[in-house]
Each structure stands twice: as C-alpha cells, then as structure tokens.
C-alpha cells in the first residue's frame, strides 16, 4: 500500500539513478558499451556513471571478484548513501561464473545484497538493460523498500 | 540582539541598523504594518583595508606561485593511493603514488585484484574447453588468447590446420584487434576529456561485433578458434559485412582526426608525456604499439609469422619519441593496416574446411552422427573425455593489440594440459609504467596508464 | 640450431639441448643458471620474454622446473631455458639483475609456487593478498571449488 508521496520518491529514484563505475573485467565492456551510443542509457538518465559512490545510488557489479576485491567492494557499497541497489551483472558476479576456484568469490551477494542478478557471459547489453529496467519496475512497484 | 550599543563587526564596518539587519522574511499581514524599510544607515562599503588575506579572497591578487615552489623538502613526500575503483584505472589498478608537490617520484603499482586463478582452472578443463578460459584472460583481445593456445595445441599435436581455417582466424584476429584498438582510442580520449571519443570509439565497434556475433554467437569470449580449426564456418554473406565495415571505418577514422589532431589540448596533454625510451622498453620486456611508439621496429607478425599472416602485405607503424602522443598515433596506424589485412584476406579466402579433418581431434558434423555409430562414438568422447595430447611442452606467441601474446602448454598424454600459462603482455607493460610516470605531474598520470592501456584480466588471469 | 646457440653450447658442456617440437631448449644446472642467462644476455638475447615454472611432483627428481624463455629481436631467436628446482626451499638465482622485466615474472613465481629468486629486490606476493597462506598452481594446493548447488535449496547428499 504505498501513498502519493511514496510513489512520486519512487518514480524520481528510478528516472535517474546514477550508477557507481564498479567495472572489473569483461562484463565492464559491455556495461560501457550499454552506456555507449548504440544502446544507449542515457535515455533513463543513467549515462552519468558516477566515480564516487557517495554520489551514486546504483553499483552495477561487473565482473569477477576475487580475493583481494572483495574487501574493497564492500567499503564501496558502504559508502553509498541510502537508498542504494546493487545488480550484479554477469555469471561470475552471480555465482563465480566458470570460476570455481580458490581465487574468487563465488558470488557477490557472499558481500553485498543484490537487488537484481543479470546473467550471461558477458550479458549482452540488452540482457543488462532489461535488469536495469527490472529493478527500475520493481522500485515502482514498491518491491523494493529502502 | 543588541540594537542599543553600537555593534563593532570586524572590519570595521559601520554598526548594523537593526531594522535592516534581522533579514527576517515579513509575511505579509502578520507583521507590523508600519514596518516600512529604507535605506537610511546604509552606506557604500568602501575598500577594505583591515585583512590581508581578504585581497587574495576577492580575487584582487593572485597568488600562482604556489605551484612550483622549489621549497618543498625533501622529506615532505606525500603517499597518494590510486584505486583500485577509480573510473580512469583501465579496470582493478591500484597505484601507490609518492608525491612531492604535484611531481611524481615513485610509483608503484599494485595488482591482483582481478586474480581469477585461470591458470589453475586450465589444468581442469579439457583441451577443447581450454579457449573458454584463456579467451577470458585478456577480454578485448580475446581471439588472440584462443589463437595463442590453439596454435600451442595443435604444435603439441603435431598437426595443421587447413587453409581456410587459418584465413579465418587472421581474419577474425585482426578484426579483433581493430576492435580493441577502438576500444583503447575510446578510454584514452575520455580519460583525457575529449569525451566524444567514448562514444565515436564503441560505436565503430559495435559493427565489429555485430559481425562477431554473426560469425561466431558471442559479441565478447567467444570461444571461437579451437584446437583443430575454428567452431564454425562464416556465415553466409560475411563478405558483405565485412566490405561494410571496410567502408565505413576509413572514414571514421578521419572524424577521429578531426577532433583529435589538431586540438591543441589533445597535444598538449600527449605530447612529451610519458615517456619511455627503447632501452627501457627492451630491458623491460615491453611489447606491442607501446615498443613500436618508442622506435623499435619489431611485430611478431613479421618475427615469426603465424597461422599464414605472411601472405599478406601490410606495414608496421613505428613511432618516434615513445610518448603517449606515439602511442596513439601507432594505434590509429594499426588500425589502417588491420583493414588492409582484413581486405586481403576478404579477397583471397581459400575454400575448404574449416577445421581440421581428423576425427580424433575435432567432432563429426551433427548430420553425421545420426548417421554413423563410430560418429557418436566419436562425439562422446570428444566432449566426455576429450582427445589426448602426447606429452611435451610448447610456447607459442601471437601479437596481440598489447603486444607478445604467448601460451605455454606443458601436457603428460592426458585429456587436460599439465600447466598452461599465458605471458600476459599487459603484466609487462605494467611494468613500464613507473619508468614513464618518473618525474611527472599527477595530472598525466592518467594520460599515461590510458596510453599502456592495460587490461587487468590479462595482469591478474 | 642457431649460431648464437652453438657458441653458447660450446662454452656450458654442463647444459643438454634439446629441440621441443621446433623450438631450442637448453636444460641448465640449477648452478650455472645466472651464467648462462647472463652468457645469453650477451650474445644477442635482449629480451626476457617470460619466466614461469611446473611443479612436476613425483614425476622427476627434482619437483619444480623454472622455466625462462629468452628473445633475440636482433637475430630473431628464440631460446628456452629449464632448470629443475628441489623440493626443500626451492631457489634459485634471479634473472631481475639481467633483465628488470622478469621482475614481475619472478614475483608472481613465487606467489604461485613458493620458489624464491636469490638477489629479486622486491619478492612479495603480487597477485594473492599478501595475507595468504599456501601456493596455489602447487599440485597439492586444492582448486578450492565450492560444490556447486543452488544455495536456498535443502542439501542434496
């Protein structure tokens, strides 16, 4: 049951979320190339990818994460101001991908919780537009609650 | 509120008429009614003389000196840690910078962020699983990785492909390698500021691969060239897609000098930046455009040609002063000579198969198998077990868009590899990086790690 | 066999040449490793191209093999050289002094195997965590796979 109020902070979070730039490996090309010309993201108003996480509200998590990473990862989600989402993008960053090994994090929700898991290898860049879109209809349908 | 004694503000400005003073909003109708304002105890503000530091404030002086002061102690460095999330890092690059002032002294970077342990993955995969994983190595080349090792399978095999199969891997390699050079273009102009390059750059590379997925089913990793030959055949009407893209990326290319060339601040942020020099380049162990920019003529495509690229003509840019001006302009050469290979091979594709005919190696075309009992057979065990690879052990290099792309397989006779490892070119070139950021200004540090471009899945694997 | 490669078979008797599938290779005592290297270095081979190493485990005598392959740009060679490592303290002499491009090669060596590089100026972990215990390309460090099963679900046996 959501009110007026609740439904117009829901429709401007979703009409322009910034993403953090947490690009790690392969799925960070397709990320770019979702923010590029061809499919475009600015047409959301999310092509501002931001660098600090104190000024972003979505970290796309795309790629693997290994060891060493994972520490790192999860100060940034931290410092992310409410109301933060988190789509982990990608196999590897879903469950390890074909990394079952010593090296990485099988998962990325082992670290931070994920709103949206986009899979693929890479996701295509229509495959992660329609998670973003996803999440944008679930943050519309109050789902989501931040 | 004191408005019977005078109120002495700093500064010496005159006392504050408290009528004026309280900047209260009035809301009309709930205030008093005579409250009229006026300006009588204003007065014009004249110079202020009392603060010293209020000239710098208003901007009256300027003080510039500040940014080359020769006074800075020794002992006064600053450590400034870059990354690892940083959005001009190319990827998972942690520097650790040591500052004096804005000038540089050391870096050093530090790496394994993005360490997936492949080479231990590879020694659970079979042969023919093995290009999923080294094609995920050094992502914007990744035909090159799956090149690399299927030439050092098939030289422990002690076979050859057949001829389309290696047209068909030239061609798919030097695509790719325009692709990542696009790619490359497209970081180093954003990381610079000239923004448009980003999206000029993804653009012309969404028709690359577009054709790849086409070709191959897969935009990025496509696991394409395989021990044996190559998954599939081109599509039908490859030719045309191909002849697309050789119309149309010549003329980009100038749209890329146009914004880049002549712009004095492109030059002034490339030229004389980042520079090393051939004996540093060679000491160490830097291949690819980053060692043509500084002058030495050397091309693993020329060295020790692989996979038929000799039959083709084309030439190797070489730059002059091994900055990052060079760097790029070798890239955008590159970028010219890919095409003209890829129009040669376009022109020349020899008919055949595209892999190898041996049963023991690749797998029977699907018809065959409902077909042939020894076909299923055949099948089973290539994706079950997998064919063996007698023992030995083998290093193979390709040049990749970064550079000496080399692969060694170590095999015991079984269906997995003993040990692969991949010379990572961006893992050396890295270490280039310290030498060309020595002595320089924060400010070109990023201009300088742009032009190594480095692809942190091949420095960590 | 090239002739740069002749003149240095000459000089080291101790060093067996092999051809592996086209490509030379010079099996050096783990004693004369830096000579050799540095022999090399002066007969034209400018450039460490890599530097990596095999745990070979029970299969020989000698369990680790370092293995470094060396470039002549000037004379378009390539040569590859392989010493065997023993099991107790593997060490053995760092080419970073001849060739500062190994610096990383070595480093990560010792990351992944434990073998340690006598005379490398900076041998610390590079690619795990420098916190990490255990060598990981070693055979008996265990991949780490994580039994793959949907985690909500109840245990499957």
Redesign the interface.
Known sequence: MMTTVERAANWARTRSMFPA??????C???M??TG???YDLARFGMEV?R?S?RQADLMIVA??V????AP?LRQ?YDQMPDPKWVISMGACAST?G???????V??VDQVVPVDIYVPG??P?PQSLMHGILTLHDKIMAGEIVR | MDDEQTVKTEGGRPPANPETETLDIWVAATEEPEFHPTDEGTQELGPDESDDRLDDQFGRVVADDYLFDDEVAEEERTVLNMG????STH??LRLHLELEGETIRRTKPII???????E??AEQLTFSQGP??VT?MD??APLHGELGYSLAVERLLDVEVPPRAAAIRILMTELNRIASHL?ALATNGMDIGALSM??YG??E??SI?AFFEKTTGL???HNYIRPGGVAADLAPGWKDDVAAILDDLPKRLRQYDDLLEKNPIWLARTRGVGVISPEEAIAYSITGPILRATGVDWDLRKAFPYSGIDQYEFEVPVGENGDVYDRYRVRVEEITESLKIVEQVMDTMPKGDYRIGDRKITPPPRARIDESMEALIHHFKLFTEGFKVPEGETYVAVESPRGELGCYVVSDGQARPYRMHTRAPSFYNLQGLPIAMADSLVADTIATIASMDPV??DV?R | MSPILAQLAERFESVTWEESHGQDVARVPGENWEAFARAAKESGFEVCADVTAVDRMRSRPERYEVVASLLSMSHRVRLRMITAVGRENPSVASLTPLWPGAGYAEREVYDMFGIGFEGHPDLTRIL??DD?EGY?LRKD??????P?QF?MSHQVN
């Open positions: 730039t947490f690009g790690l490996a392969c960070a090309i397709e770019m190339a590029a010309a061809h990818f660098a996480p790629g693997r290994s060891q060493k990473m790192v940034v390890g074909m990394f079952n090994n010593y090296a990485l099988q998962g290898c890479p295509g | 690892p999330q940083h959005p990827g998972v394994g962020y993005l360490h997936t342990g492949m231990k993955t999923t994983n995920r992502y914007l790619v980003m999206i993804f653009r590379r969404e691969l935009r990025m990793n942190m899945g960590d | 795990m965590p990490w990981p460090f265990a991949v780490g796979s994580v793959v985690k």
